[in-house]
């Protein structure tokens, strides 16, 4: 099972970003997925997560109205359009993946993970 995460960078604030996560050796199909952040000396909190259909998602009250996640299943990859972003959504984001169809928004109810992009938002 791999995810490979993709698309991060650094941008100014008010900018935008679309992460990728591409993921093989399992059947994406069926799985729910998350998005999940860690900024230096904190924990991997949740960001967004999206079940197996892709109808229903979640959010954390922090990115609502300006993050996006989607699911395209055909191409086994997950997003994350991230717009309006300020400083404080500088983190390392990681996408993950569960066996269970029905998203999770604990760290824990995760099985697999991306090896994390690098998201910076400076002036």
């Known amino acids: 099972v791999q995810l490979v995460e993709s698309g991060g960078g650094l941008v100014q604030p008010g900018g935008s970003l679309r992460l990728s996560c591409a993921a093989s050796?399992?059947?994406?199909?069926?799985?729910?997925r998350g998005w999940f952040r860690q900024a230096p000396g904190k924990e991997r909190d949740i960001v967004a997560a999206?079940?197996?259909?892709?109808?229903?998602?979640y959010y954390a009250d922090s990115v609502k109205g300006r993050f996006t996640v989607s699911r395209d299943n055909a191409k086994n990859s997950l997003y994350l359009q991230m717009n309006s972003l300020k400083p404080e959504d500088t983190a390392v984001y990681y996408c993950?993946?569960?066996?269970?169809?029905?998203?999770?928004?604990?760290?824990?109810?995760?099985?697999?993970w991306g090896q994390g992009t690098q998201v910076t938002v400076s002036s």
């Open positions: 993950a993946a569960r066996q269970e169809s029905w998203y999770g928004i604990h760290r824990y109810e995760y099985h697999f």
């Open positions: 050796g399992f059947t994406f199909s069926t799985s729910a």
């Open positions: 999206i079940n197996w259909s892709g109808g229903v998602t």
